[in-house]
């Protein structure tokens, strides 16, 4: 479970991150540091997310046989 909700998360950053880059230049909007530092904690916690959803599983597999 951890593994897809990481990966949800991560596109959420990613698809918030392609966002704020079209409308920074499409509206000419200033993108301030805390929508930056927003889509920088989303996307490396959806990554620490798939990291430990990995290994639940690996450890998990273990722990069956």
């Given at each position: 479970?951890?593994?897809?909700?990481?990966?949800a998360?991560?596109?959420v950053a990613f698809l918030l991150a392609i966002y704020y880059f079209i409308t920074f230049f499409?509206?000419?909007k200033i993108i301030?540091?805390?929508?930056t530092l927003i889509v920088?904690?989303?996307f490396l916690g959806g990554v620490q997310l798939i990291s430990v959803?990995?290994?639940g599983n690996t450890s998990g597999g273990f722990t069956m046989r």
């Open positions: 479970a951890a593994t897809w909700l990481g990966f998360v991560s596109c499409t509206q000419h301030t540091g805390f929508t920088s904690v989303l959803g990995i290994l």
